[in-house]
């Protein structure tokens, strides 16, 4: 197996550990009914995130491995175009998840009662609109990585 095939192979696994997850974060949270549920939905969440962060690095160091392997690729545009996505939905995280969650992590340290706040929901909208909008930009890269269309 020559270390092109290799990296590929690691990119693959990075794929399924790292974006899997990443399209149902949402899920352990959704059907909480009060806030204990909702509590101990968002530390599956916390969980689910470091899978994400450890498969979303390897997809990116083994892509960028590939392509100095076969630096052609940086000519395609299925792959500097998936490249420029992977990098915008990467300074999602800490541009416009995170400022999103904190209040939220907030909430559900403060609130005082078991009832989930009118105040989360609005809150979690927000948040779950920009993760749903983070989700289309994997979607689109996964896309363009399986049918290479330029």
Known sequence: ????????????????IGMGPGFFMILPVKAATTMAELQYGYKIRNKLHGSVMIGGTLLLLTGLMMGVLRPYLFAQGWFTGSLLLFLLALAFGPLV???RSKPIKKLLQTHPDNTIPDEYVRLSRKLFFYERIESLLFMIIIILMITKPF
Request: aromatic share 10%; proline share 5%.
């Open 1 to 16: 197996m020559e270390l092109y095939d290799l990296m590929a192979f690691i990119h693959i696994i990075a794929a399924i």
């Open 97 to 99: 998840l995170s400022p």
